[in-house]
């Protein structure tokens, strides 16, 4: 697609529920990216896929949190037993991937709020 | 992994000149610096990216000195519109050595 398509936009959830969150990056995107924005604050890096290899799981911060990234395209993160303090902003980024030129770095979705009550 | 130092906070009047600072005194031979800007309710959106002197697009400039330690983002005659967050990020240019946004730089345009 034109550009990275996260869903759902808004998510509310009761504690201790699972979700599912959606990314479908920018077609020939290799490399993905999801990050996580509390209120106010920087971008938390979660994990990193990029190509066949294994992902970079080193940020995510508990084994709640889990990703895939099927046929190299379209990425789940799943959060289960949600917590209140899972409340946040969860972004995902596509780029061509290392090494390429030009470089012109990511490519951010709108991301998915998520409230969890 | 290069790290960088911003300030948390500007202010500026509209129709003047910004320049926001990046630190980076870790940075390595084969890393870049990538600004970004973040507007509320958005993911980031790349702005510049250069290696070193002076790259200069349709949005801002930026100024790289010899020694590469530090990095200044140029906004020309800034708008209400650009007030968001800037973040300064070192590394190769995409992938595991680039993956850290830090806490970037709030820029507030005043009328």
Known sequence: ?117 | LAKTTQPISMDSYEGQEVNITCSHNNIATNDYITWYQQFPSQGPRFIIQGYKTKVTNEVASLFIPADRKSSTLSLPRVSLSDTAVYYCLVGRITGANNLFFGTGTRLTVIP
């Open chain 1, 1 to 117: 697609g034109a550009g990275v398509s996260q869903s759902p936009s808004n998510k509310v959830t009761e504690k201790g529920k699972d979700v599912e969150l959606r990314c479908d990056p920018i077609s020939g995107h290799t490399a993905l990216y999801w990050y996580r924005q509390s209120l106010g604050q920087g971008l938390e890096f979660l994990i990193y896929f990029q190509g066949n290899s294994a992902p970079d799981k080193s940020g995510l911060p508990s084994d709640r949190f889990s990703a895939e990234r099927t046929g190299g395209s379209v990425s789940t993160l799943t959060i289960q037993r949600t917590q209140q303090e899972d409340s946040a902003v969860y972004l995902c980024a596509s780029s061509l991937g290392t090494g390429e030129s030009p470089y012109y770095g990511y490519t951010f979705g709108s991301g998915t709020r998520l409230t969890v009550v």
